[in-house]
């Protein structure tokens, strides 16, 4: 998946030819450029960044100062990338998008994973990726020090509210859900939401389930119901958590804590790749 996102985004970028660097650069030359971080956050992408430049060219080669997921200041070099100088640029911009989206997206997963140390809870992100790169920024998740939700839709089933309210209620939800995968051998885990107490009620009724998400339940409401839930069903809180409120539903003793701003609100960390001159 990762080689066809690149292979992908390099068709995008260069489609027939870097025709900027063909034009004016020897075919022959070789140069050496640095990444230049330019501010504060945690890095990732420099693994990336080394499959790209040598998926493109194998004759690039890195010279690595810095790993994913270090705190990094402006003024930091990540890596020295050498070889064909049009190769350089023709990859140049492909890295940059890549580590500056996964660089931010890893900086707000941090942020927010260390607003919760201390506490149980494991932060998640969701599916609200960018579309096409979803590897790559949960990822970046990962390096942040957050954990993965499901990848996508079908490696886990995940009963949201429309599909309770499509098959006729939680009863049916689950009891539908349960029939499907025995029918096709699926081994998969099967997750619910509720939106209140009622629905609550219901699924502990019916049982077979993995996880119940809770979903605009606040601190105060979360440590009502959670004694309900025993202990072999995992919780999950989602909805209208920010930074400012997150602490008091991890301290509540939740499993998990879903936030979809971890990758769909992210501002991209500045970085640089400059050429070295000897």
Known sequence: MIDAIIDNALREDIGDGDHSSLSCVPKDAKGQAKLLV???GVIA????????FKRYDENLELEIFLKDGDRVKPGDIAFIVAGPSISILSTE???LNFMQRMSGVATQTRT?????????????????????????????VRIGGGVNHRFALY???????NHI??????????????????????????????RNEEELNEVLEVGNVDRIMLDNFTPDRLRTVLPLIPDI???????GITVDTIRGFAETGVDFISVGALT???????????AVYS
């Open 38 to 40: 330019k501010e504060e």
């Open 45 to 52: 992408g420099i693994e990336l960044a080394e499959r790209i």
């Open 93 to 95: 911009r492909l890295v």
């Open 112 to 140: 927010i994973v260390d607003l919760i140390d201390g506490t149980n809870a494991k932060l998640l992100d969701t599916r609200k990726t960018t579309p096409g790169i979803r590897y790559m920024e949960k990822w970046a």
């Open 155 to 161: 490696d886990m089933i995940m009963l949201k509210d």
């Open 165 to 194: 309210d499509y098959a006729g209620g939680v009863k049916p939800a689950i009891e539908n859900a349960n029939a499907y995968l025995k029918e096709t051998g699926k081994d998969l885990k099967i997750e619910i939401e509720v």
């Open 233 to 239: 069903i995992e919780t999950e809180a989602s909805g």
């Open 264 to 274: 769909h609100s992210v501002k991209s960390l500045d970085m640089s790749l400059k």
